[in-house]
């Protein structure tokens, strides 16, 4: 029995404690807007928050969280870096396929909630794990820079 809180819910899962945190989301929760990519830590698709960090779910197993982490999904994310970061997406239109945008936005939200006004080298520093195969890095990098300046106003 592993339990692990997720969205501020605590959940009990009758699963192995090396099952990865993606699939349990996914298969075991049906939270399907964490995605998954690679499966090997190389795409950013899974990307959810552990107490606030960018973490990629597909390599990490569920036994490796205590009840006490805090485990954020792109369903359950909220705040003033995420209300930004979400408006932002919206007006600039950052989206193509949408495959990968959870994961940038997970991505993005973190980066936002550390630092309100990043450079250019902290957002590629923060975003380089993320793939887009529809490369909308450009909308991304403008979105997040709009984002901030919300965030600062
Ligand atoms: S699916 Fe986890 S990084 Fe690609
Ligand atoms: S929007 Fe299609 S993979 Fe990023």
Redesign the pocket.
């Known amino acids: 029995m592993v339990r692990i809180n997720v969205n501020g819910e605590e959940r009990q899962l009758d699963v192995s404690d090396d099952m990865p945190l993606l699939w349990v989301l996914r298969d075991e929760l049906n939270m399907t807007g964490t995605k998954f990519g690679c499966g090997i830590a190389q795409c950013g698709?899974c990307t959810v928050h552990v107490d606030g960090a960018p973490t990629r779910a597909c390599q990490t197993p569920v036994g490796m969280l205590t009840p006490d982490s805090k485990v954020t999904t792109i369903e359950g994310v909220k705040g003033k870096a995420a209300q930004a970061v979400q408006a932002a997406w919206q007006k600039l239109d950052?989206?193509?396929?949408?495959?990968?945008?959870s994961g940038?936005i997970m991505s993005a939200i973190a980066l936002l909630t550390d630092n309100q006004n990043p450079t250019d080298q902290d957002i590629d520093a923060a975003m380089d794990g993320n793939?887009?195969?529809?490369?909308?890095y450009v909308r991304i990098r403008a979105a997040i820079k709009d984002a901030a300046q919300t965030m600062r106003a």
């Open positions: 698709a950052v989206v193509q396929c949408g495959y990968c945008q940038q793939v887009c195969r529809c490369a909308t």
